[in-house]
């Protein structure tokens, strides 16, 4: 798709009661390099949060933080749910309606490096023939010992890869584990044929101290902007 007529990546956040967590994870969407070389008079991303029942402050923390982040280079789109649906049917919901030829996820405890989409963007320009690309997460706080540093999750053994797909390929292969991991995805593509290259750099923050309420003082982490 060319960048000048429509969005190159839609973004799907997947949210439940996480108005504590979402504005970091939003703010390293804004924070990217890549909108550094947008002329500003095209979205190079769509944003898509969807809100499955929340029932604390998340909405009201999504809408805030995107009245106070205008930028041409972004669309956004809360949308949200009447039920609690688990976290496969949203993240499928996203898929839904993306409008961008790539897709791209990020769950509302995780962050991106600044260099994330950009670091997207090359390996696509150079390997036109990739349907999906993957890589291993950063892992923040270690998963036995927490507060000890950062390690990498080995993707042969966890489920957990970030994975940048096309539209076309995803709608074909959606979540269909309670857990919606892009290691589920990414099998499901390679299984069917799709050609998939696994990227070196890590670029992908997942927060493991915040999905298992080890961090105590996590909150103060959160970037308030």
Request: aromatic fraction near 8%.
């Amino acid at each position: 798709m060319d960048v000048q007529n429509g969005p190159y990546f839609s973004v799907v956040v997947a949210a439940h009661n996480r108005g504590k967590f979402i504005q970091r994870a939003l703010r390293s969407v804004v924070d990217q390099t890549i909108f550094r070389h947008s002329a500003g008079q095209h979205p190079m991303v769509e944003v898509t949060i969807v809100d499955d029942e929340s029932t604390d402050d998340t909405k009201n923390t999504v809408k805030k933080f995107i009245d106070r982040h205008k930028n041409p280079a972004i669309n956004w789109f809360y949308c949200s749910h009447s039920q609690n649906l688990g976290v496969t049917n949203p993240k499928n919901a996203g898929i839904d309606v993306a409008l961008a030829e790539w897709v791209v996820f990020l769950d509302p405890e995780d962050m991106w490096e600044p260099h994330h989409l950009e670091h997207y963007q090359g390996a696509i320009m150079g390997n036109p023939s990739v349907d999906l690309f993957y890589s291993t997460p950063v892992v923040l706080g270690n998963r036995e010992i927490p507060n000890q540093g950062t390690t990498k999750i080995d993707d042969t053994l966890d489920n957990t890869l970030d994975v940048c797909v096309r539209r076309e390929v995803a709608l074909k292969h959606k979540f269909k584990t309670t857990h919606a991991h892009g290691h589920q995805m990414f099998l499901d593509v390679s299984n069917a044929g799709y050609v998939t290259l696994k990227l070196g750099t890590l670029t992908y923050i997942y927060d493991h101290g915040v999905r298992t309420n080890r961090h105590a003082d996590i909150h103060n982490q959160i970037t308030k902007q």
